[in-house]
């Protein structure tokens, strides 16, 4: 159980400092026995640019937070963003959870609402919830594509419940083939210095004009702090991934084109010797090119695939038709390579 500690200090007259005593010293002009003391107050003057700046940064919380929603669902604690008019909102896929029926409800300003679940995509990490009869305020995504190194990033979610907070940050840089640790592996997602913490997933990263570029997914972890978030390295996807994919399931109910690249296997850990095929999908790639269940694959394109991690970091790079070399372990021992044109993955959730 999580527990907050806020801690916060009286002011003190003086402290002790090595043995001796710091005391409070007015900075004014003197005064008289009878008089009472005279202090003077030092008012420091912001540039200009500074105070232009500190206003674009609220300008964007104004704008943006009606837009950003809390989602609870029977994993927890989640935000969202109203996508539109309609009140579908598009959230991490790991929000959500593993239930299609919820109960998920959102939580707009001061008002509650039931939603019901649209569709998902667990490879992209993204789902849609929808709320119906409500008048929920749609976001500005910005084109994802226009985004720079050291663009200004302010982050607004719900981190441990805490409804509508509000980080900063900047565009710190875009990383491939960036894994959940579960088996979902991500394309391209944008790194922040933004701080992102648990029930930030699924909201908003925004730019200086109130549009959102990204949403936040992960947040790094360091093995040299047991596993510890790893301070300012943040990572969202992309808005215009998250435009293709929710305008996909608000259409269809499910995603058509993934633009992902699909090898036709199912498969599963073998504790760090190479990844088990499970089973292969007949007239899939694999398929056709002699895969068998049993089979090992240890490596991609020469990257050694010790885990599942590991071979889909490197598939999510890679496009539907590129033809690509793997390594593997047949069942009985044997090593091989084989060459096969990956295909596109199928539409689904």
Do not use: C
Request: without cysteine; neutral net charge; proline residues 5%.
């Amino acid at each position: 159980m999580l527990r907050r500690h806020i801690w916060w200090l009286a002011p003190l007259a003086g402290a002790a400092v090595g043995g001796g005593v710091v005391a409070a010293v007015s900075l004014g002009g003197g005064s008289s026995s009878k008089g009472r003391p005279q202090t003077s107050h030092a008012r420091l003057q912001p540039a200009a640019a500074a105070l232009a700046f500190q206003d674009a940064i609220t300008a964007v919380v104004h704008e943006l937070s009606p837009s950003v929603v809390q989602i609870q669902s029977p994993s927890g604690l989640g935000s969202g963003i109203v996508f539109d008019s309609n009140g579908d909102i598009v959230t991490n896929n790991h929000v959500v959870g593993g239930s299609d029926r919820g109960p998920f409800t959102v939580t707009a300003g001061r008002h509650s609402y039931g939603a019901s679940l649209v569709g998902r995509f667990a490879p992209d990490d993204l789902a849609v919830v929808r709320v119906s009869g409500a008048h929920l305020s749609p976001a500005a995504f910005a084109d994802s594509h226009q985004l720079s190194v050291g663009d200004f990033a302010i982050a607004i979610g719900n981190p441990l419940g805490l409804r509508s907070s509000v980080t900063d940050g900047i565009v710190s840089a875009f990383r491939q083939g960036v894994s959940e640790g579960n088996g979902v592996a991500l394309p391209l997602m944008i790194q922040t210095s933004a701080p992102i913490n648990p029930g930030n997933s699924g909201g908003a990263l925004a730019d200086l004009q109130g549009r959102v570029i990204g949403i936040p997914t992960l947040a790094a972890t360091d093995p040299e702090l047991g596993g510890g978030t790893a301070p300012g390295i943040g990572f969202a996807i992309p808005s215009n991934l998250v435009k293709d994919i929710a305008t996909q399931i608000i259409r269809f109910g499910h995603v058509v084109n993934s633009h992902r690249a699909y090898l036709g296997v199912e498969i599963a850990e073998t504790n760090g010797a190479g990844v088990l095929v499970q089973s292969v999908t007949a007239g899939g790639p694999a398929a056709k090119a002699g895969l068998k269940a049993g089979d090992v694959i240890v490596k991609l394109n020469g990257q050694a695939t010790s885990t599942v991690d590991d071979l889909t970091s490197v598939a999510s790079e890679l496009k539907p038709g590129t033809k690509v070399t793997l390594g593997i372990v047949t069942k009985s021992g044997k090593h091989e390579t084989v060459q096969l044109t990956l295909g596109t993955f199928p539409g689904s959730g």
